[in-house]
């Protein structure tokens, strides 16, 4: 009977798809094996930057290796280096917290800028979100306005949000209560608790019934709003 000596990332994806629907044990052990802190620290050190993204979050999170902030960051950091979208984004989040490195929104804007340019959508919001409130860059209103209406548009209600307050704040558009409520409830249709929240208030001052806007409120407190929840 011959043994493995080495399980490479093929043999591992070409066992998968060669189960038997019975194999239940067998398919538990290679969905551990895929999933092996392991298995990504090969890939990384291999130059694939998916693998060093993966081993980031093992050490973020402590699953399978011992929890460390500043592994996390020096493989999110390698994973974004080898033009991995999450990675980037992932680094981003890390500049910006303070989490294993100096807190830094100027790099925190440059990872998420990256992030964005490679296609993870989720970071082009933080870029928006860094031009409107000049966090790590400087304030530039119009741009903040493109990128987040595209963002809006295309689902991501992270940027609808953010447009709502742009119009409720007057944040280089004029005050508008009916712009930011539009762009509050499609954040809250998109299931963002905050969205949720602002539209209920924003719905509450100008006089709308108490029914309408205690059920925005309710939704809120439903997807996690403290705020709400005692409102």
């Not at 933080?126 to 966090?135: A, D, E, M």
């Not at 558009?173 to 539209?199: F, H, I, T």
């Not at 719905?203 to 809120?220: N, R």
Request: aromatic share 8%; with cysteine.
């Amino acid at each position: 009977m011959k043994t493995i000596s080495r399980i490479t990332l093929g043999t591992v994806f070409v066992a998968c798809f060669s189960l038997s629907a019975h194999a239940q044990d067998s398919r538990s052990i290679l969905t551990r094996l895929i999933s092996s802190p392991k298995l990504f620290e090969k890939m990384c050190n291999d130059g694939t930057g998916f693998g060093c993204t993966q081993l980031g979050y093992h050490y973020e999170v402590g699953d399978g290796v011992h929890q460390s902030d500043t592994l996390a960051f020096e493989y999110y950091d390698k994973g974004c280096e080898l033009e991995h979208a999450r990675g980037c984004s992932n680094l981003g989040v890390a500049h910006e917290s303070g989490r294993g490195t100096i807190q830094d929104n100027a790099q925190a804007f440059v990872a998420f800028e990256r992030a964005c340019e490679l296609g993870y959508r989720e970071a082009c919001t933080s870029v928006g979100n860094g031009y409107l409130l000049g966090k790590g860059v400087a304030v530039d209103h119009q741009r903040a306005r493109q990128i987040l209406d595209l963002e809006c548009m295309d689902g991501y209600g992270a940027a609808c949000n953010s447009l709502g307050s742009m119009h409720l704040d007057g944040l280089g558009v004029p005050r508008n209560n009916l712009k930011a409520a539009y762009n509050y409830e499609l954040g809250c249709d998109l299931e963002v608790g905050l969205s949720c929240r602002q539209l209920g208030l924003v719905i509450e001052a100008l006089g709308g019934a108490k029914e309408v806007w205690e059920e925005h409120i309710d939704k809120a407190c439903q997807l996690g709003d403290e705020f709400s929840c005692n409102y």
